[in-house]
């Protein structure tokens, strides 16, 4: 891509297509999933418009992490991505090799994991902490267990000011 569209930023785009077999273990504290996913990169050809460079399918990709907790904030810490098949839908400069591109990418990911992980350690989502104005919510709770996930809030009733 490098070679054909030079170093111009690249735009990409995911569509999830399947998530399937989804896991959960107890032991771990670790969730998952088998997911497929399309990435479309898009890059500016010599005339400066936007135009598909690549797409690619990751076919069956094994995804496990475990959900963080904080106060009624989550986050996540990943503990594996693995893809079992890349699929070479369109490429604008030749044929991808597949094969090679999957090692590669599991290769990285196995490497890049820690330093992921590093950075989602200080990004956490709100979760809301009110319904209305009749319920705070607090003391969010995660349970693992084998095949399913426990989930606790505590819900306070507020009276409706007279």
């Known amino acids: 891509m490098l070679n054909y569209y ?6 990409m785009f995911i569509t999830v297509n399947s998530i399937v077999d989804t896991v959960i273990k107890q032991k771990d504290s670790i969730m998952g999933a088998t997911i497929t996913m399309t990435i479309e990169f898009y890059c500016n050809n010599t005339a400066g418009a936007m135009e598909l460079a690549a797409s690619l399918t990751f076919n069956d990709t094994d995804l496990q992490f475990t959900a963080l907790i904080k106060n009624m904030t989550a986050g996540i810490q990943l503990s594996k991505i693995n893809i079992d098949k890349v ?15 999957k090692i590669e990418i599991n290769n990285a990911f196995r490497a890049l994991i820690p330093s992921f992980n590093k950075v989602l350690v200080n990004h956490y989502f709100d979760l809301p902490t009110q319904i209305g104005s009749l319920f705070i919510l607090s003391n969010l709770s995660l349970g693992y267990f084998n095949d399913y ?9 507020v009276p409706p000011a007279a």
């Open 149 to 157: 996930l426990y989930l606790g809030l505590t819900p306070t009733f």
């Open 6 to 11: 030079g170093s111009e930023p690249v735009d």
């Open 87 to 101: 699929t070479d839908n369109y490429c604008a400069w030749g044929k991808l090799h597949t094969t090679t591109l």
